[in-house]
Each structure stands twice: as C-alpha cells, then as structure tokens.
C-alpha cells in the first residue's frame, strides 16, 4: 500500500500545474525571461512512473530476484565489484528473460498455423538501442524501474551505457527498424534480413569544425541481445567459372565464405509476438594454412581469414575505389545468397512437408513475401534464380514466375547515381553464373518490350538491364523485371517515379506500380522517447495513430493547452542541459529550437539553412536594438567521407557557429549547435525538444523523409518544400498549420528548361549577396579566407544544381511567418496540438497494413493477442490448450 501511495505521489507531481504563460519572454527582457523559467517545473534527472501503469509488487520483487540471478550467474560479479556496465548487462538479461517464452512461443505458432512468412531484406537496419523499447513494448517499464530505485540504481543511466547497434546510416534503415516494429505490433509472421557489421559506418568527431571519422566498435562490450545461431551455417559462392553438364549450368570452382546468423528478438507492442531480425557475419571456412603456420608464417596463415570476414566489417564501405565496389557488392550477394537459402531451407521444413510430402516449389510465393528495401538486394532476383534452377531442378518459366510472384521492390531515390550501376568485369569475376542468368533475363525482358513496341529499338536500348554501351548491369531495373509490385514511399515520389525515372516500365506495366507512403512507429517515436507528452494525450493512439485525432476537440481548452506548451518547454529545458554540459553552450531554453537533422548532402539543403542563419546574425549585427525572437539552430548529420562538399559545409556549419556563439552583440538572441555523431539514440532527445522541422530539400528530389513525421508527431511546425512526404503532411494537417515555401516540381522544371542562372539571385537579393560574400572572403574562415571558394564556386560558377539561391527569398519570407506566429506562444502551441493531432497517416502500421493487404496478400492481426508462455501453447484447437500427442512429436525448423 506504501508503494501504491508513493507511485501515486509520483504521478501527481508529474501532472500538477505549475506553469505561466510565457509569451512576453519571446521577446522580453531578461528578467521576464528569467521569472518566466522560474514557473516552469522540471522533472527530477531519474526517470518517473508514467501515469499508463503502477508497478506491482510482486512484480517489483520477481524482478530483483531474476537481476541479481544474472549479475551473480551471468555477469559473474557482485555488489562489491560490478560496475554501471555489469548493471546494463544483468539488467539487459533480465529484460530479455521476458522476451525468451514469447519469442519461442512466437516461433510455435507461425510453424502450427503454417502462416505466411514475410521477408524484409536491407542493407541497414538502424535500430538504436533495444533496451528502452524493449521494456515499453513488453509492459515491463515501471516494474523495472522500481525494482532499480529499491536496488539504489538509476535506471536512466544504465541505458545511457547501451551503444546504438550500428547497424545503419539514415533514413532507410531506420524506416526498417519502424517496419519490424510494425510487423510485431500487427502480428505478421516477419523476419529480418540484414548484415551484421563489426563497425557502423563511423563515429563523427568535430575537431576544430571539421568531421573526422572514427570506427564505430559498437560490439566492443558485447551485445546482450542477440542470440548466436551457428547450426545454421551457410555456404556463400564467390568466383569461380560455369560449366555445363547434362545440359545444366554449373558453379564450380568457387571461393567459400560462411554466413553465420546472429538473431535479435524484435517484440510487437502488448501481444506477445516476437518475430526475428537475422543478421549475417562472415566467417571464413574455419581452416588456415597450416603447413606456412608451421613454418613459422604466422601472420600470412591468417591473412586469408582475415581478409574473407572483411565482408562484414564495416557498413557499406567507401566504393570511390575498384576494391571498395568490389566490396560493396559482395556485400549485397552475401545478404542475399544467405537469406534466401536460409528462406528455402525454412520453407522446405515447413508444415506442409512433414509427413513425407514432395518439396513443391509451386505453392513457395503463397508462404514467401520477399520485400527489397531499396536496390542493394537486388540481386535476390538472380539468386532465387539459381537456387530454384540449378539447386532445385526446375525450368526457367517455372522459376522466373515463383521469382517474380515472390519478390517485391521499395524504390527510395529519384537520384538515378543510387539505382547502382555495376560494371560487367566485376560481374565477370565475382559473379559468373549470375550474370549468365541476369543476361537470359534481360533477353525475355526486351522480346516483351519487343512485343508491345515492336519499331522502338531506342526504347528498347533505354530499357535494357544490361547497358552495352556503358558495360554495366542496371541493378534497379533488374528490380523491376523481376517483381511483381513496383513502390514509392510517398505519393509525390510514386507518381515522379512513373513519370521520370521508371516512365519507360511503367508504360510497360502499369499494373506493378504502387504508392506506399512511409511511416515511423509511435511506439518508440513518442510512447518512449517523449513520455510527458504521451502521459497528456491518452493513450488509444499507441496501435491506432489515427486516435490522436480527438486532441482537435482540446484546441481551445486553456488548461490542456497550457500543459501542452509546458511538457515542450521541459524537454527544451533538459536538452538545453546537454547543451551545456556537451557543447559548452548556453542557451535559451525559451528560445525558437530550429532543427535539421538529417544526412549531409547538397540536396538536403542545410547550406540554405546557412545561409539563413547568416542573415539573421547580420540582421542583428546591423541593428542590435531591433526586437527579435531568440533561435536556437540545431544542425546535425553525418557527410559520406569521400563527399567533399558536404563536410567543408560541416565546417562552415561550425565556423557560422563559432563566430556566432561568441558574440557578445549577439547574446542569446541567436546560437548555432551542430550535433556531433547525430544518431538514433541523439534523435529521441532531439525530436521532443524541437519547436521547428527543416525540411527544406529541393522539390522533386526527397523520396519520402521520416524525420518530418517524427518531428511532427512530437509537437514541431514544419518549414518546408512541396517535396516528399511534406507534401501529404500539409494535406492532412492544412496550410495554415505548415510552413510551405519554395518552387514545386513543376517550376523546378520549368525554370531549368528556361536556363538556371544563380548570378541573377545573388546579384537581385541584396542580402543573400552579403551572405555568400562573407563567405567568399574569410569571414568566418579567417585562418584560412579560401577554405570555403569551393562551396561560393557551387553556388555561382557550378550552377547550383539544387538551386539554393532560387528558394532563398521564398525561405526568408517563411521564417518571418515562423517568428510571427512564435511571438504569440498560444497560437503557436494550438497549431502544434493540430500537428500532432494530424499525424495519424505517418504510422508505420498503417504503411504495413497496406504492404501486408496490396502487396505481401495477408492480413494484419490486431484483435487476436498470442497468448503468454504459461497459457499453453499456442497452435492448439483452442489457443492456450496443449496440442495432441502426435503433433508434439514433430520436429521443426523454423527459427
């Protein structure tokens, strides 16, 4: 009873009032400013029980008990001598103990039921940590937490010890970890197929405003919650020569690589589901040299094995170079060869085939949905080739419609440099067989194009997988020819996709061509990274974001959204915190936090941002008594490290910054903060923080985006361009809720058929001129007056290709409308509630639910909950009741 009264002690003191309106202190003095922060009431630094569900005392002692277990059985240490990181691992144990009974229970059900698997194939699969999530998903988080606090442990910092699984860059692997979360949240019978890198791509280091790159050794301490699978074991093909025998092709002579499978539980939200993300490591095949050993040449015997494992070292490494291409696409074959032998071999022991059945490869594209992430699996269409031919003995028509029934391509660029373009020497060398069957592909492709444009020998050169001219292979439209659905990732990326890049194949078939706008979980993209949020807004959106709709009827309750506003200005506060403590910079927590964060690249356009912050700066430089709203810039993403331009705008990013952050002139009305080594883990203290979303790309351009949703779904206003996802975002939310500025597709088009010319802008738009003049002349490089001619070059002698100084006029504009609306800090938390309460479209489960009915042919499960390890197994008549005798004795192979 004690611990119910302190819970809910807790609890009170989180949703008490205790905040004034603060709109004069926008743009108030600072003692205004200082009266106004006074009211606001900070949570305490350790983590607090959320109001969604008390911790159970029972389940509070079970959870001791199970934590000591491990720090004693596991860990092997005690009290006396563990430290902070013995803790996070007796503390990752125990949480995973709670996944074990469902995953294997998980696993049961799929083989009883004989369900539909689907595979979802990615070179990234950026997760960030599991821990948090893990515990949210479960229902487990409070029991945790109260169980640490009685064991003087804090619970906050012990997730702080996970290191983010390296496993990704950017977007497309976090929209795949989003996926997976949807896949268990939906009860869908899905895996995931990735590689299991020893370093993510690289650590960011600002030093002196420069990115230098540092290996990512994120397996250093060890990764509590993957389980390794070695009796799974593949055999991976490079090299070699065909022959033919009895009139089949045979690989021989080959160079062999194992793939050794590391599986991570990946839970769906209060279900009971676990599904699987499987990620490979390349192992060589477990022999050195032993003869050079023996004679003493140590180091040459291990060389080879060394070198094979390369393959999984590092994520997608740097490919400016032959060894890095050859690399690259070892990569992708290894994924791919790995998992669909590991997909054949789970369905050829599958249900269907216990009792002494033939393997019928006929029914495989009814119980095997295989979804490419982008082109890098690509090579899937191939290889499901080969196995089903040469492995498994069936004609080519057989095969390529299996092939083509079973795999299905998710295109996330309208850069044609990304469809991958490999050349045919390496094909040659590295994949021989394969390139035999992609050019017998590529000869029924073009007898159809034939067919339909009988005299169109152009067209049919355009279309053509192998490009002779060029030598090279074109991986995206060997996507396309051997699946059945085609998909963009936002309604404006599809529909560019049909009318540009893929126009040819879809004249061809239209039919394959479909639009699946992306989306981010709610689970982790609110639930867990902004819980005060979560705590005021109910909780019937957390598998239903179209929930979140009933906020609008609170848009004018006074208190609702007071508690709103204060819950941001909390979260700006803490982040404020970091700031300080990790940058050395102190700012305003009632300042406008405007945030990019996101890739560096000259599309991303975070030198327009720049530009912008410049001009303000000069704005108050040349009036300095002028009332202005304070901004806080928030920049951060990491530049490929062979991309040269994007990190000198690193470091004229930070170079803006310095010159700003020490100005006296200046004060807090302005600051610049670029995030170093910006990441999944960074992005949950980011997101809930931000008043302002960039977005700012050139139309025609950004796929989809997901951090636009995030920021979004997280209370932030967008300020962007008719590109992408942003498009629908101001369809569901209202023009009037979102910054919208610049050119849309159509006059990007029209204004580079008439003839771009950026020194029209430059020489028209007095300040922009200022701008790119203090950059051109050592203003903010003064050690160094040339060190940024390259970025001045880009945007006046090498045509500013995603014409930066074209929108500028038209983003300046948009800022003035940001610093009026902020000004009145009501209106502006009302339009952020109608943000929030528009978000419904962005969710992930409702992008799944729309592959799983429109592309994979199953259904998603919501209303039936699996039931838990100690209700039976399930499988049975009756979930939850033992299965008969005979079906116990089966032995299967599903994992």
């Given at each position: 009873m004690e611990q119910l009264k302190s819970a809910l002690k807790t609890t009170t003191s989180i949703i008490s009032d205790g905040i004034s309106d603060i709109k004069e202190s926008v743009v108030g003095s600072d003692d205004k400013k200082a009266a106004a922060m006074k009211n606001v009431s900070l949570k305490q630094k350790s983590k607090q029980i959320s109001i969604r569900g008390l911790p159970m005392l029972e389940n509070v002692q079970a959870v001791k008990k199970t934590f000591n277990r491990h720090l004693h059985f596991t860990v092997v240490k005690d009290r006396d001598v563990a430290t902070d990181r013995d803790y996070y691992n007796s503390l990752a144990y125990t949480v995973r103990d709670h996944l074990v009974g469902r995953w294997i229970r998980t696993h049961q059900h799929h083989f009883e039921c004989d369900v539909k698997r689907i595979y979802y194939l990615s070179m990234e699969f950026y997760m960030g940590r599991t821990l948090s999530n893990t515990m949210i998903n479960l229902g487990i988080e409070n029991d945790i937490d109260e169980a640490l606090y009685e064991l003087g442990l804090n619970i906050e910092e012990l997730e702080e010890l996970e290191d983010d699984a390296a496993l990704g860059n950017g977007g497309l692997g976090r929209l795949a970890a989003c996926f997976l979360d949807s896949m268990a949240t939906l009860g869908l019978a899905s895996y995931g197929y990735g590689l299991r890198y020893d370093y993510g791509i690289f650590t960011q280091k600002i030093k002196d405003g420069f990115q230098e790159e540092y290996p990512d050794d994120w397996l250093r301490y060890g990764n509590p919650w993957e389980i390794a699978r070695p009796e799974f074991l593949l055999a991976v093909n490079f090299h070699g020569k065909v022959v033919e025998e009895n009139g089949k092709k045979k690989w021989i002579d080959t160079d062999v690589i194992h793939a050794m499978p590391f599986d991570t539980p990946i839970p769906g939200y209060n279900n009971n589901i676990v599904n699987t993300l499987r990620l490979w490591s390349a192992k060589a095949p477990g022999k050195f040299n032993f003869q050079l050993f023996n004679s003493g040449d140590y180091i040459k015997a291990v060389a080879e094995q060394s070198l094979t494992e390369?393959?999984?070292?590092?994520?997608?490494?740097?490919?400016?170079?032959?060894?890095?291409?050859?690399?690259?696409?070892?990569?992708?074959?290894?994924?791919?060869?790995?998992?669909?032998?590991?997909?054949?071999?789970?369905?050829?022991?599958?249900?269907?085939?216990?009792?002494?059945?033939?393997?019928?490869?006929?029914?495989?594209?009814?119980?095997?949905?295989?979804?490419?992430?982008?082109?890098?699996?690509?090579?899937?269409?191939?290889?499901?080739?080969?196995?089903?031919?040469?492995?498994?003995?069936?004609?080519?028509?057989?095969?390529?419609?299996?092939?083509?029934?079973?795999?299905?391509?998710?295109?996330?660029?309208?850069?044609?440099?990304?469809?991958?373009?490999?050349?045919?020497?390496?094909?040659?060398?590295?994949?021989?067989?394969?390139?035999?069957?992609?050019?017998?592909?590529?000869?029924?492709?073009?007898?159809?194009?034939?067919?339909?444009?009988?005299?169109?020998?152009?067209?049919?050169?355009?279309?053509?997988?192998?490009?002779?001219?060029?030598?090279?292979?074109?991986?995206?439209?060997?996507?396309?020819?051997?699946?059945?659905?085609?998909?963009?990732?936002?309604?404006?990326?599809?529909?560019?996709?049909?009318?540009?890049?893929?126009?040819?194949?879809?004249?061809?078939?239209?039919?394959?061509?479909?639009?699946?706008?992306?989306?981010?979980?709610?689970?982790?993209?609110?639930?867990?990274?902004?819980?005060?949020?979560?705590?005021?807004?109910?909780?019937?959106?957390?598998?239903?974001?179209?929930?979140?709709?009933?906020?609008?009827?609170?848009?004018?309750?006074?208190?609702?959204?007071?508690?709103?506003?204060?819950?941001?200005?909390?979260?700006?506060?803490?982040?404020?915190?970091?700031?300080?403590?990790?940058?050395?910079?102190?700012?305003?927590?009632?300042?406008?936090?405007?945030?990019?964060?996101?890739?560096?690249?000259?599309?991303?356009?975070?030198?327009?941002?720049?530009?912008?912050?410049?001009?303000?700066?000069?704005?108050?430089?040349?009036?300095?008594?002028?009332?202005?709203?304070?901004?806080?810039?928030?920049i951060g993403g990491k530049a490929a490290p062979g991309y040269m331009i994007a990190k000198k705008i690193i470091k004229l990013i930070n170079s803006v910054g310095r010159l700003i952050n020490n100005d006296p002139v200046i004060g807090d009305r302005l600051k610049v903060i670029f995030l170093e080594n910006y990441r999944v883990s960074l992005a949950e203290k980011i997101m809930p923080a931000a008043d302002l979303s960039e977005q700012i790309s050139l139309a025609g351009l950004e796929a989809s985006g997901t951090g636009n949703m995030k920021f979004m779904l997280n209370g932030a206003m967008t300020i962007g361009t008719l590109d992408g996802a942003n498009v629908e975002m101001d369809e569901e939310v209202g023009r009037e809720n979102i910054f919208i500025f610049g050119m849309t597709v159509d006059e990007v088009d029209a204004l580079r058929a008439k003839g771009y010319n950026s020194q029209e802008y430059y020489e028209r738009i007095p300040e922009l001129k200022k701008a790119i003049d203090q950059i051109r002349d050592g203003i903010f490089s003064p050690e160094d007056p040339e060190l940024f001619s390259d970025i001045v070059k880009c945007l006046l002698e090498w045509k500013d290709h995603y014409m930066l100084l074209a929108d500028f006029e038209s983003y300046v504009k948009a800022q003035k409308r940001v610093d009026d609306l902020f000004k009145n800090q009501t209106e502006w938390t009302k339009k952020c509630i109608l943000n929030i309460a528009a978000s419904g479209k962005f969710s992930s489960d409702r992008t799944i639910s729309q592959y799983a009915r429109e592309i994979w042919g199953v259904e998603p499960n919501t209303a039936h909950k699996l039931p838990a390890p100690h209700e039976g197994r399930p499988g049975a008549p009756f979930e939850g009741e033992a299965i008969d005798k005979d079906s116990d004795q089966i032995k299967r192979q599903d994992y």
């Open positions: 390369n393959i999984t070292r590092v994520l997608y490494p740097n490919d400016n170079f032959t060894e890095g291409k050859i690399l690259r696409l070892k990569q992708e074959y290894f994924l791919v060869s790995a998992s669909l032998q590991d997909i054949m071999r789970r369905y050829k022991h599958s249900k269907s085939f216990k009792s002494g059945k033939k393997i019928d490869f006929s029914l495989f594209a009814e119980k095997a949905a295989i979804q490419l992430n982008d082109t890098h699996p690509a090579l899937s269409v191939a290889e499901l080739m080969r196995l089903l031919i040469d492995e498994e003995g069936l004609q080519w028509d057989e095969a390529f419609n299996i092939t083509n029934k079973s795999i299905a391509y998710t295109n996330h660029t309208l850069l044609p440099e990304a469809l991958e373009r490999w050349p045919i020497d390496i094909f040659e060398t590295l994949l021989p067989r394969h390139l035999q069957i992609i050019t017998e592909i590529n000869l029924h492709h073009l007898a159809n194009v034939r067919r339909k444009w009988p005299n169109d020998e152009e067209r049919v050169k355009r279309m053509s997988i192998v490009e002779d001219e060029h030598k090279v292979v074109n991986m995206g439209y060997l996507s396309i020819v051997g699946s059945h659905v085609v998909n963009g990732v936002a309604q404006l990326h599809s529909d560019l996709l049909k009318a540009t890049l893929f126009k040819d194949f879809y004249e061809l078939s239209p039919e394959k061509f479909q639009n699946k706008t992306n989306g981010i979980t709610p689970r982790r993209w609110i639930l867990l990274c902004n819980p005060d949020l979560s705590d005021k807004i109910g909780e019937n959106w957390i598998t239903n974001l179209d929930g979140l709709k009933q906020l609008r009827e609170h848009i004018n309750n006074e208190a609702f959204v007071r508690d709103i506003h204060r819950v941001k200005l909390e979260n700006k506060q803490r982040l404020a915190e970091l700031f300080k403590k990790d940058y050395g910079v102190q700012v305003n927590p009632a300042s406008l936090f405007d945030v990019q964060v996101k890739r560096i690249h000259e599309y991303k356009r975070q030198l327009l941002n720049c530009l912008h912050v410049i001009t303000l700066y000069n704005r108050i430089k040349d009036d300095p008594t002028a009332p202005v709203v304070p901004r806080t810039i928030i």
